[in-house]
């Protein structure tokens, strides 16, 4: 483990000029530039208001847009991190045949490269909070832990997944069918104080209810995103009790990912 | 100690195509259950490697194309892992495995350098010191904020030489660079080369098809014969071996088939049946003795009477350099030949071109038309040798030999 952080802060420049690549890629000769980075998660919240005047979707005392753009904020930066990690070795394959230097560098700077995008977000959500006059609380000091937490699990799926995605395409493929279907089970379109509801206030599913709720919070996201939305919007603590479940899965599969990309690593250029 | 040790080193690859998923879980399934699965057969890039390399020494690593030379500069860079045996490199390898790895065309040149340069390890302001000698040292000042898309090929190969040589490193790995720019270019590189190898005292590793920058810039050859070192040690006897090496592979390769390349024609009364080489007792021969007598012979079948035909035998090399023609005018002048099959011949005195591989032509025509009935480039390679030592080395001296005549006098 120790190995591990020395070996990045040894490569941290390195990290930071391909995270400046990354970005710098992906916004020369657009036009809009770096401004396309907040399209995504501004439509869906769109989208998301305009479905919820039909449907009908409890948000408490939070106006909604700003409630699905707390969580969108969240999912989309681990999403993106998690597929583009799961992309990075492949597509740094130049690199891969060419020259030496710890392979997880590529996933870790895929998703520090998607940092600078949500730190656009946050731009768009200081614009909310004031249209909506909501004041951030000392709460907020909790972000900076909720996205490193956020960090490490869009990389325990990165990490195994750009392994596998050497060897098997597939998985570049499947990735974003699932990661779509996940956000159906976080609390993005809905707050999780709707499922608590259901579930541990009304005992919706009988005796099964508690192990249901433990279940759907083992899904990391499920805490991250109900936390992000307590420190920000309502003032309030993370809820820890949502959060741990979630967190013993990341502390058991993150090791494990790690040390499968580790392993699969030396074939990498045989295999690419 | 020395700073490469190489031991015992081998490397396998899978040979045919990579399986996909279904495959993978279908096998997988089958060898659970105890059933055999066929596996895809391995070749071995390299085969039980072993050598050690001291810092300050400049070594040439030469071979046929699939000779390992790539798998071992990778294996050395810490790309690829050695399937047996180890690799230990004591100090900081520069890999210059074809210079512009990792360039990105959107990127203009100063933002590649950058990035290069963090990449082989640089800290940003060590690049920020190097910055400029980098650019005045490619010739690149006026087009380093152009993106490299619109650069010359020449053009980015000099970039990145110049940054992938200013990294200080232990350890230099060349792969086939140095035959790349403009000559004016090439020059500096070589110079550039030189002065890490003999000031500077570093290690380098040159793999190179350009066996005369090996055989100058090097003090040891290792030559690679698939998958093993076939020779380690001196640079001028190794090559020498290594030339003679190639041009029988050039010469078994073309002597099956004629080369695409080649031009030929026939008006189909004259059908060429062999050409070959004899010496002076008469029997046939595949390679020529430098300066000895040979006797050329085309044997080949007439369809419709020959009138007043007028032959030429041409050497020339390979690549279709024309080197030298015999034409038979007047010489077989008012003369028929009836259909039947013929011999012609060339008498050779004291073979005059120097070693290495050539190839003959053949052209056939009659007085009375001023078009060909035959012609024929290609239609034998053969491969001259020599005893002497100080002939070896094909095609580097030129091809004909002058025989002139040394003297030396004092002028008081």
Redesign the interface.
Known sequence: MLRVATNLYAYRELMITLAWKNIALRYKQAYLGIAWAILKPVTLMLIFTLVKSFVGIESGDIPYPILVFAALMPWTFFQESASDGVNSVVSNTALIKKIYFPREIFPITAVLTKLVELGINFIILAGLMVWYGMMPSAHVLWVPIILAYTMLAALTIAFVGAAINVYFRDMGQALPVLLSLLMYASPVIYPLQLVKDKLLTQQAAGEWSNMLYTLYTINPLAGIIDAFQNVVLRSQPPDLTAMIPGAIMISILLPLSYLYFKRAEAYFADVI | MPIIEVDHLTKE?RLGA?Q??KQ?LLNTAARLSGRQVSERPLFKALDDVCFSIEPGEVVGIIGHNGAGKSSLL?ML?????PTHGSVKVNGRIA?L??VG??F?P??TGR?NV??NG????L??KEIDVKFDEIVAFAEMGEFIDTPVKRYSSGMQVKLAFSVATSIDADILIVDEVLAVGDLAFQRKCFDRMEDLIKRQGKTVLLVSHNIRQVERLCSRVILFDKGRILADGEPSPICDHFYEQNDEKVRKDTAAKLSASSKGESSGDVELLSVTFMDAEGTPIERVEFNSDVTLCATFRVGERLVNPIFGLGIHTVDFLYLSTEISENIFENRTYEPGEYVVSLHIRNFPFLPGVYSVRLGINTGELTKNIFYQEGVCNFQVTTANRYRTQSMQEGFVEMKGEWQLKSLA
Not at chain 2, 118 to 121: A, H, L
């Open positions: 690859y990579m996909g998923l993978t990778k860079a810490k790309i690829s892992t890999p495995i074809e790895a990792g990105i959107d990127f933002e950058y990035l963090s990449i082989m390890g800290s940003r």
